[in-house]
């Protein structure tokens, strides 16, 4: 039996915009700009994000691929890259018209930056890497002084 009354807010405004916030993620949009941008209150984004489980997903799919994103950029600027410049070479005649007399091909190599392959490590080696490694073994002695707490109140 068909459902009565007006379409929600939902139906009639989010659902048939998923591409346009799926594009707003993309460009780094935020929940705020999002629920702005669609016309619906704060309320009103949060209770569908928690009750409708396909928009909760398209916000964590929007959220994923710019991630994936990123971490290719910033390991890209970790190694270094090579990458083309193109230079165009004009000439201005007697009449005043410039007319493009070449297009200049250069390879140039960008290095690889410090600041980047040192997050990376931090996040992908922390056993190896860290701010403060001392902070690390107080952190690690703490845990198992818990732990042996634990056992011992649990044994």
Known sequence: MAQRG????YDTVVKPRFDDILRWLRNGATEENIYK??????DVFYRYKRDKSEFNDLLKKGRETIVEELRGILMKKARGFEYKEYKRVTKIENNGKTTVQ?????????LPDVAAANLLLK???????SNDPRNDDLKREELELKKKHFDKENW
Not at 37 to 42: C, E, P, Q, T, V
């Open 6 to 9: 007006r379409k929600s807010l």
């Open 123 to 129: 996040n992908y080696d922390k056993d190896n890497w």
């Open 102 to 110: 070449s297009i200049e091909e250069y390879t140039k190599q960008a």
């Open 37 to 42: 941008n669609l016309g619906i209150s704060k």
